[in-house]
Nanobody, 121 residues
């Protein structure tokens, strides 16, 4: 069973950048498709981005495409979310996710505890 721990959240100014990290342990990292979700206050959880096991294929939600980039370092068992050109509407709790199934799973089996991102205008 893989454990996921996010870091890198915090306050940011609109137009600024943050990089989230997610360290995985307890499993073979390369077995997992990795991703990020977010949930803003009072809103439903939203898919943000996903990356395949080798780090070759990525998929980003339209709301973040061109601003956010997911990547992974399999040697460090870590997945990243580089967030540029931040907007106040990016304010949310961000969750790292993992799944041992097929690329772009409908559901992710493992979830981290989340890290909060607050973007002010």
């Amino acid at each position: 069973q893989v454990q996921l721990v996010e870091s890198g959240g915090g306050p940011a100014q609109a137009g600024g950048s943050l990089r989230l990290s997610c360290a995985a342990s307890g499993g073979t990292f390369m077995r997992y498709v990795m991703g990020w979700f977010r949930q803003a206050p009072g809103k439903e959880r939203e898919f943000v981005a996903a990356i395949d096991r080798a780090g070759i294929n990525t998929y980003h939600a339209d709301s973040v495409k061109g601003r956010f980039t997911i990547s992974r370092d399999n040697a460090k068992n870590t997945v990243y979310l580089q967030m540029n050109s931040l907007k106040p509407e990016d304010t949310a709790d961000y969750y790292c996710v993992a799944d041992p199934g097929a690329w772009r799973p409908l559901q992710y089996h493992y979830w981290g505890q989340g890290t909060q991102v607050t973007v002010s205008s």
